[in-house]
C-alpha cells in the first residue's frame, strides 16, 4: 500500500464519520458532504491500487 492509497482510505474513513454525524444530527448537507467525501476516498484508494498493480504486471491491464 503506497502514500496514495493510504490518503484515500483516510479520506473515506473521514467521509463515513461526517456522514454519520450528519445522520445522528439530522443535517443533510453534512451527510451529503460525507458521503461525498467517503466515496472520493474510494476512488482514490482504487485508482492508485490500479496503479500500482499495473505496474507490477504490466501486461496484464
Do not use: F, H
Amino acid at each position: 500500500m503506497n502514500k496514495d492509497q493510504i490518503k484515500g482510505r483516510v479520506e473515506e474513513a473521514k467521509g463515513k464519520v461526517k456522514e454519520v454525524t450528519g445522520k445522528l444530527l439530522d443535517n443533510d448537507d453534512m451527510e451529503l458532504e460525507g458521503n461525498l467525501q467517503k466515496n472520493v476516498g474510494k476512488v482514490t484508494s482504487l485508482y492508485q491500487r490500479t496503479r500500482r498493480m499495473q505496474k507490477l504486471l504490466p501486461g496484464a491491464v
